[in-house]
């Protein structure tokens, strides 16, 4: 490694530092071996212990910059290692490779050996066609991996508890699920390493490292590759903020704050997990090129980059002011990442009213493509929570996200964190008895498919999930036995094939012309209706939150016009009460409130409808 590597690295520019630092296979002084190194500038000294040396201490060579280095002839792939670091207050702790690539399964934290460079993709095609969305349709699973499906008792080979499948066993039946469902895209929880299950991968200690629950990297290589050959783009949940405080990993790695800040009033979050410190221009490579690190090895095309407020903000708490190294940080990081690479998609789950998140770099944006919108998420999970006598006066909860929609470029949500912690599922959110909650539910999927923005669907919603998400469990499957939820399913996979196939539904979903209010004020019969533009396609959707079946409901056009209905949320088939508008609708020259037209339509009790428009 020269001096330009670690200078890069040292001075917060390097997007690549995986390259050079940790453990690389490599042949020197004719000999194949391994080389190591590790950044420990305030250490006593380090040593390397592993397989090679029966765990012993090999000491290793100090250069100016603080990089400890050594080169162990007929080291070998697959061996495992830790750095022995011998701090200055006398303590001596066994670390992690903070740029290892593989990680023994959790408890035991050594760092493996591994060949990145092994597996060869065969996704070219895709990989050079590949753009953010901006214009197409954008349909996201997002998916915990160990926790899909798991495997049967029987077929578990002896202690395996978890059931977990691998990278590569899982692939075919999830790439056909994902197919079969209209799903655009897989967003896949944090897969770098991680010591908890419980976390989720969001208290990450490997950050180079994929997680070895489900197997080797090029097993990971392989599942991106199936996904792309089949036209499924592959978002990598990423955690740029804050780290695990367990010894084995960055937390004080060589004796003193590394990577976090110093003062406890901010180097701690609030999940009891250190925050990196933004100041540091060694952080700055070391996040930079760990993002880099999936986007380039594993050609995922996408990151999703969690609690964004909390590096936006100190401490996520905007009273405390803007935490202006991690908006030049991520500024940065944003900008680099976008030059490397064609087409990717970098997401911000950003809970703050931080101005030009999505805004460019270049006219002083923070970078992402993408925000998640969880405002929109809120007041659409609180409105149908609501019994229908409460609704009319909460009536533009279902209205207000569109009158902040172009400020931003917004994804629609409905994640894992809105199943967890006693929250209820999002069907079981839903007001009233059993069926009145599939019937809210339908319409609150009609209202997310036809609100502009990309869509995101955690696991399970699909099927409309009773029990909350348990990373314990596999999703409860034997669902689709029951009419209810088979039925919901079906009507979800039709409003995703809808999404899909009409253009008015995504093409040009980011200008006001797009999108246009027919009455967005009937708060006495809560009903909604607007309309979905592109080009001459033009897309009425007719949303009833209240308990009141209209037979003869009239909605207001400002043009005559005939009407076929695409998607009814009360048809039999979906389990409703057929309700439905058959064949061809003509609007009259009936006024109604301020439009010349209208057409009348059968409205179901929390039914909702989508309708082909033609003048």
């Not at 935490?323 to 680099?336: C, D, P, S, T, Y």
Request: proline share 4%; net charge negative.
């Amino acid at each position: 490694m020269g001096h330009a590597g670690i200078d890069g690295f040292l001075h917060g520019y390097s997007a690549n530092a995986y390259r050079f630092m940790g453990a690389h296979l490599e042949k020197k002084y004719g000999e194949s071996g391994v080389q190591f190194r590790v950044y420990a500038p305030n250490a006593l000294c380090v040593e390397l212990i592993g397989e090679c040396n029966d765990w012993q201490g090999q000491p290793m060579e100090r250069d100016e910059r603080g990089v400890y280095h050594l080169f162990v002839a007929k080291a070998w792939e697959g061996m495992m290692y830790k750095y022995r670091v011998h701090q200055k207050d006398g303590k001596v702790l066994d670390r992690s490779d903070p740029f290892g690539f593989c990680t023994e399964l959790r408890p035991a934290s050594a760092s493996i050996v591994a060949d990145l460079d092994r597996f060869s993709f065969d996704d070219r095609a895709w990989m050079d066609a590949r753009n953010v969305g901006y214009r197409q349709p954008v349909n996201i699973y997002e998916l915990h991996f160990g926790s899909w499906r798991k495997k049967p008792l029987e077929d578990r080979e002896q202690g395996d508890q978890e059931g977990w499948y691998s990278y590569v066993e899982l692939c075919d039946e999830l790439i056909g699920y994902l197919q079969e469902n209209h799903f655009t895209h897989v967003e896949l929880l944090p897969l770098s390493e991680h010591p908890f299950d419980g976390s989720w991968g969001y208290q990450v200690s490997g950050y180079f490292s994929v997680t070895s629950r489900y197997g080797r990297p090029e097993e990971l290589q392989y599942f991106v590759d199936q996904c792309h050959q089949h036209q499924i783009g592959v978002i990598m949940d990423f955690v740029p903020v804050h780290f695990v405080v367990n010894d084995f990993a960055l937390w004080h790695f060589d004796g003193t704050p590394l990577y976090e800040y110093e003062f406890d009033d901010v180097a701690y979050s609030e999940w009891g997990t250190c925050n990196f410190n933004f100041f540091q221009p060694m952080v700055h490579s070391f996040l930079m090129s760990a993002a880099n690190f999936w986007l380039d090895v594993f050609h995922v095309d996408g990151l999703r980059m969690d609690a964004i407020n909390h590096a936006i903000y100190w401490q996520g708490d905007s009273s405390r002011g803007t935490n202006i190294g991690a908006v030049e940080f991520l500024q940065k990081m944003n900008a680099r990442l976008h030059q490397l690479h064609q087409g990717i998609m970098l997401i911000a789950e950003d809970s703050s009213n931080f101005l030009k998140v999505t805004a460019p770099v270049a006219y002083d944006g923070l970078g992402f493509d993408y925000k998640w919108d969880l405002g929109w998420m809120n007041d659409t999970l609180s409105y149908f929570s609501l019994p229908p006598s409460q609704r009319p006066g909460r009536h533009h909860q279902l209205t207000f996200s569109m009158s902040y929609f172009y400020n931003e470029l917004f994804l629609l949500p409905l994640s894992h964190d809105e199943v967890v912690h006693g929250k209820k599922s999002i069907v079981d959110k839903m007001y009233g008895a059993y069926e009145e909650k599939f019937a809210q539910c339908r319409t609150l999927y009609t209202y997310l498919f036809t609100h502009p923005g990309k869509k995101l669907n955690f696991m399970g919603n699909e099927l409309g999930h009773f029990r909350e998400w348990d990373e314990n469990q596999e999703l409860d499957w034997n669902l689709l036995r029951y009419p209810m939820h088979d039925s919901f399913r079906e009507y979800f996979k039709a409003l995703a094939r809808l999404y899909q196939t009409e253009p008015a539904l995504y093409q040009e979903e980011y200008h006001p012309d797009s999108f246009q209010w027919l009455d967005a004020d009937n708060s006495a019969q809560c009903v909604y209706t607007y309309l979905r533009k592109a080009g001459d396609q033009e897309l009425l959707v007719v949303i009833n939150g209240s308990d009141c079946h209209y037979p003869k409901f009239r909605v207001g056009l400002e043009m005559p016009v005939e009407a076929v209905e695409l998607l009814n949320s009360d048809a039999f088939c979906y389990s409703g009460g057929g309700h439905v508008n058959e064949g061809t609708l003509h609007s009259r020259r009936i006024p109604n409130k301020k439009w010349p037209y209208s057409l009348e339509i059968d409205l179901a009790a929390y039914g909702s409808g989508i309708f082909r428009l033609n003048r």
